[in-house]
């Protein structure tokens, strides 16, 4: 057991939680802070995901952080690429020695008397538990789970005699060279898979098939970001990368809102540019034409139109058809057809899972996070001092986990100035359940599974947010810290030795 208590303590080295951290390291540096991470490395998903190819789906520019620029050629980054980035920050603001790794947050419990969260983690394989108190408490531990991917049920998946993996657990051994490969899915971790198994070495697969129930809208990117190669060496460092940087975000929300307002338009555009460069034989309205609109589900990305190359050359295709049973060579579909394989992936997507999982409690009354409404879709009705980080399912995560970690400090600031010790969003009596809404507002298969797990969304600001970045820098960053919000003062102020990390 530990006794120590900081002022921020986030749930989570990732991306987001590496980010807070330096954010309360430069907008609020007379804050203590800790990490609690439940792995042993920092990265989060950058670090967790193996997968040959595995990369950005957004650019650089964006997903990178609003402080550190990113300097590389590419726009669209790789894994590894990623990671030393995160790492490097981490580094350079000094939070990589906050971090306590192997520690999983079971428990946080919230005391009103004191103004303090107690959280409870477990420590490794041991049993062993911890505790720490803070002040605030921000969890950006993302939302799915890390130990378990989606895989369904498929008949006869006993009967197959190869090799069957899932993305999210790849093998470092697997050996995929002139093997034939079938991945099942249709996202962003299909789309990059297949180019990237049969690429020209000693390793490329001998055929890859994306198979797919029903089609996903995929749009060519630039792998470099013209703009920024002709600023890199012509302005700072930073004033380039923030051109880029709002150039790339307003590029993202106006592709967005011509999605929304002329669907069929950009239906026919994405359809177009495809059949552009496929083969003249390529059945364009049977693979790529979805039946709902663009940005019902996230656009996935093939920078410089690989995944379009290697189906040109024939080294992959994409089948659309339904699984009758997985076979000992393969995959017997609806339509009669067998997919010889001797690998299969099951790129089939996530499990949710919400503030990782652990339980939070609110002076002595647990908290069912789907009966609470978020509040700038990052503070839950009726708990106190408290964040999370859900980043945009239109753009960049890092856009909104960059306006989270600024307002929680914009919050905290504003919480000494006047000497509060507790800030609680309060949900409206006028909000009736009819009223709400999903806080992920997309059709994904894995967002459909476990809506009802997740907080939700009011009618209108500061209760719902618009998956649109100007409109939340205007709310987040200028907007008013008191609308819909109690603060207080510990009845009981305690006093308790200080985390060193």
Known sequence: MNDQHVDVLIVGAGLSGIGAACHVRRDCPGKTVAILEARDAIGGTWDLFRYPGIRSDSDMFTLGYSFKPWTSGKSIADGPAILDYVRETAREYGVDRVIRFGHRVVRAEWSSATARWTVTSTVGDSGETTTLTASFLSVCSGYY????GFTPEFPGRDDFAGQLVHPQHWPEDLDHAGKRV??????ATAVTLLPAMVRDDATAAEHVTMLQRSPTYISAVPSRDKLADRLRNRLPQQLAYGIVRWKNMLTGVGIYQLSKRRPEFVKGFLKKKAAEKLPTDFDVETHLSPSYDPWDQRLCATPGGELWRAIRAGKA???????DRFTATGILLRSGRELPADIIVTATGLNLLVIGGME???DGEQIDVSDTVAYKGMMLSGVPNFALTVGYTNASWTLKADLVARYVCRLLKHMDKRGYDTVTPQRP???GDADLAPLIDLQAGYVLRSAGQLPKQGPAAPWRLHQNYLRDVGLMRHG????DVTFGRAATPVAAPVATG
């Open 145 to 148: 789970r890390y130990d378990e």
């Open 182 to 187: 079938v991945v099942i899915g249709s996202g």
């Open 317 to 323: 295709d994409i089948v659309t058809d339904a699984i």
């Open 360 to 362: 939070l409690v609110v």
């Open 429 to 431: 009596a006028t909000f």
């Open 480 to 483: 008013s810290l008191t609308d």
